[in-house]
């Protein structure tokens, strides 16, 4: 479907996105810096589901949707489908992917940094690339919202990264 | 012809080429970038250590840019070559004979240029003393440009040299990324190997929207995968 442009260049520009957001524009201000990069994802799902849905007909239910973002919409984005999905049937949905492509290629620091703080420095370092981490989760989970309220699901969406490079998507919505 | 080496595309799980024997891993690796900041150490074998960390890393990014030059300006086939094998025999007593003096040049002016087979044999009736072996030196040094680097892909590349105890396989890409692998003196020809971690390189570390480029890499991916690759090389 249209023309194609390499992951490597995707991947980069997504890390510079962030590289960028997180150090120069909203240089301190990490909530600003995150809100700006989940409301482009928002405008980018937003667009590729009514892309991807051009010779569909109406989903017939919230599940048919978040079905639909599993399968087809997941393997345009990433050539893969999500590996699980599990609902509460009260509105929350969980996506499991459990080698998220854009995550594929981080690691953390394993070796603890010195610092002079009274916390446990293993706990501190951890902590310190999780928040990296989790800089580079707020265009994705833009996407799956920006895709769900298209479809007709307004929802908020976070990402779970404790198994990498497995990653969780949860999507919270009202009752359908 | 000689052109610059490409490092053919990769996917995520690159797959290894098949290792040539089970067993051995390697002795230690070195990782380099342009600027002569070592990237990665990393040791699997290394019985006796006599430098500190810092001066063996000076130490062999040193090494390496002088066999590099030397190698390329040795190169027999190169027409850039400045003086390829020039044997010259002189007599450490003697009176210099200005015609002797005028023929050694000449002989070296036209090996430089390219005339003959780079070969320059003067014996018999070329005289000289202790001084002029002295100045032939400092000629083929200030000259020969022996100092200036090769730039990546031109001229011939060494890639390695064994000793008794051990290999030193050497790889350097254009961007100037040097990967010296030492393992243990019967190890085959290793630059397939070498290309494979250079490809885990560029997946795992520069790929790695944590890592910072030109720092230590400390990239967990990178080192398991890596330490898993070696533990197969023969």
């Known amino acids: ?176 | 012809s000689k052109g610059m080496q490409f490092f053919g595309g990769s996917e995520i799980s690159p797959s290894p080429p098949a290792p040539t024997a089970s067993g051995n891993n390697a002795h230690m690796m070195y990782v380099f970038n342009r600027n002569g900041i070592c990237l990665l150490y990393r040791e699997w074998n290394r019985p006796h250590r006599t430098l500190s960390a810092q001066q063996d890393h000076k130490l062999m990014f040193g090494l390496l840019f002088s066999l590099k030059s030397l190698t390329a300006k040795m190169d027999p086939t190169s027409s850039d070559c400045k003086f390829s094998l020039i044997i010259v025999r002189l007599g450490l007593v003697g009176i210099w004979e200005l015609e002797s003096i005028a023929r050694l040049f000449e002989l070296l002016y036209a090996s430089r240029n390219g005339g003959g087979d780079g070969e320059v044999n003067c014996k018999g009736d070329s005289q000289g003393n202790v001084r002029h072996f002295a100045f032939l030196t400092w000629f083929l040094a200030e000259k020969g440009n022996l100092g200036v680097p090769q730039l990546p892909g031109q001229g011939c590349s060494f890639h390695s040299f064994r000793t008794n105890t051990y290999k030193l396989s050497f790889m350097e890409t254009p961007s100037g990324i040097k990967i010296i692998l030492v393992t243990h003196p019967r190890a085959g020809d290793l630059r397939e190997p070498l290309k494979y971690i250079y490809n885990l390189y560029v997946e795992y570390v520069v790929k790695n929207p944590l890592y910072t480029p030109g720092t230590p890499i400390k990239c967990e991916l990178f080192n398991t995968t890596l330490d898993q690759y070696v533990r197969g090389l023969g």
């Open chain 1, 1 to 176: 479907m249209g023309k194609e442009v390499s992951e490597s260049c995707v991947e980069s520009l997504l890390t510079e996105i962030v590289s960028s957001y997180g150090t120069r524009f909203y240089a301190n201000k990490p909530d600003l810096a995150a809100r700006r990069i989940e409301a482009i994802g928002y405008q980018v799902g937003h667009q590729l589901s009514e892309r991807y849905t051009m010779e569909r007909p109406r989903f017939s239910d919230h599940l048919e949707a978040i079905k639909f973002i599993c399968k087809d919409f997941w393997s345009e984005l990433f050539k893969k489908q999500i590996d699980n999905l599990k609902t509460n049937h009260r509105g929350t949905f969980v996506l499991q992917d459990n080698r998220f492509r854009w995550l594929s290629h981080m690691s953390i620091d394993p070796s603890p940094e010195n610092s002079g703080s009274t916390q446990d420095p293993s706990a501190v370092a951890e902590n310190k690339a999780a928040e990296a981490a989790s800089m580079h989760l707020y265009f994705p989970c833009g996407i799956i919202r920006g895709a769900l309220s298209n479809l007709g699901i307004p929802c908020a969406v976070s990402a779970d990264i404790s198994n990498l490079p497995a990653c969780e998507f949860l999507s919270f919505s009202a009752l359908n």
